[in-house]
């Protein structure tokens, strides 16, 4: 089970941080990837995280920071500079390592959280 927090509401250009934790203990032989999704939209693919390295959608590169702590038992998503379009349910999701093709396609993730609430105000 992965849960998420961090969500809340936050001005234009300031900064937020998210957090997925796992009911397994932690994220080892997994990739990770942060979603989200706004009403009446399909689920977007953000940043993930796997062996590989980090990756990101074009509109959050520079912006958003994909990481874990050092025993990977919480993955977290540093949202800087955040923009009204950053608004929406933002989920963490995963995948067994070696088991997708990209971490990015909501498709591949097998194991998703509930969402935590993001609202940027101008």
């Known amino acids: 089970q992965l849960v998420e927090s961090g969500g809340g509401l936050v001005h234009a250009g300031g900064s937020l941080r998210l957090s997925c934790s796992s009911s397994?203990?932690?994220?080892?032989?997994?990739?990770i990837g942060w979603f989200r999704q706004v009403p009446g939209k399909n689920r977007e693919g953000v940043s993930c995280?796997?062996?590989?390295?980090?990756e990101y959608i074009d509109s959050v590169k520079g912006r958003l920071i994909i990481g874990s702590d050092d025993d990977w038992k919480t993955v977290y998503l540093q949202m800087n500079n955040v923009k009204p379009e950053d608004t929406a349910v933002y989920y963490c999701?995963?995948?067994?390592?070696?088991?997708?093709?990209?971490?990015?396609?909501?498709?591949?993730?097998?194991?998703w959280g509930k969402g935590t609430q993001v609202n940027v105000s101008l």
């Open positions: 397994e203990g932690t994220f080892d032989d997994y990739a």
């Open positions: 999701a995963t995948v067994v390592e070696d088991d997708y093709n990209d971490c990015l396609w909501a498709e591949e993730m097998d194991s």
């Open positions: 995280i796997s062996t590989s390295g980090p």
